[in-house]
């Protein structure tokens, strides 16, 4: 088993450009969610996925959207990158239920200018 | 307003000592509980849970205590190895989707 699979692992975007970042896993988990990292806080939830073709969003979801149209995916489309939106992002999946024991991938970096 | 945090934000311990991670909750419905594990560069990594209707949980060289009278919880590591320098930052639960990730400590080993 891969695990959580999130590509890219860097990116850099200007102002206004648009972009996904993917995540996968194999593990069969229901339970698909988004976080994003900044120095200085814990981890805030962008949007969660509590099976393929329901979706629900978290503390902070505004500038983002995803979808779920298979158990293995769940993208996390940026619809006009703002500096606001430089961050680490984390995709995260579980068995279940919700938020128990969470599986996270590696991380993208993102650096919006 | 409901916080998960750490009370220091830096800690170092010699090797092969205990090392003893703290964490204060203020959400008094929060039922479940979970330390996280964060390796530079790398994403956050299981290592222990509770639930509120425990107060002591052990795995391998690790045990979290939880106290509800005073809204605590800590993480123990025994006889702290190099491997275990990394941030921990504790996450609380309540009911099916809310969750509150603490801050983060970074723990330091000395050799």
């Known amino acids: 088993n891969a695990g959580v699979t999130q590509t890219p692992k860097f990116q850099v975007l200007k102002t206004g450009q648009s972009m996904t970042l993917q995540c996968a896993q194999d593990m069969n988990h229901e339970y698909m969610s988004w976080y994003r990292q900044d120095p200085g806080m814990g981890l805030r939830l962008i949007h969660y996925s509590v099976g393929a073709g329901i979706t629900d969003q978290g503390e902070v979801p505004n500038g983002y959207n995803v979808s779920r149209s298979t158990t293995e995916d769940f993208p996390l489309r940026l619809l006009s990158a703002a500096p606001s939106q430089t961050s680490v992002y984390f995709c995260?999946?579980?068995?279940?239920?919700?938020?128990?024991?969470?599986?996270f991938g590696s991380g993208t970096q993102l650096s919006v200018l | 307003g409901e916080s998960v945090g750490l009370h220091l934000p830096t800690l170092s311990v010699q090797e092969g000592d205990n090392s003893i991670i703290n964490c204060a909750y203020s959400n008094s419905a929060s039922d479940y509980f979970i330390w996280y594990k964060q390796e530079s560069g790398k994403g956050p990594q299981f290592i222990i849970d509770?639930?509120?209707?425990?107060d002591k949980r052990q795995g391998q060289r690790v045990t979290v205590l939880l106290n509800k009278t005073v809204k605590h919880l800590s993480l123990q590591i025994a006889a702290t190895q190099p491997g275990d320098s990394a941030v921990y930052f504790c996450a609380e639960i309540e009911g099916d989707d809310k969750i509150i990730f603490g801050k983060g400590t970074r723990l330091h080993i000395l050799p």
């Open positions: 995260a999946s579980s068995p279940g239920p919700f938020n128990e024991k969470l599986f």
């Open positions: 509770i639930r509120s209707n425990m």
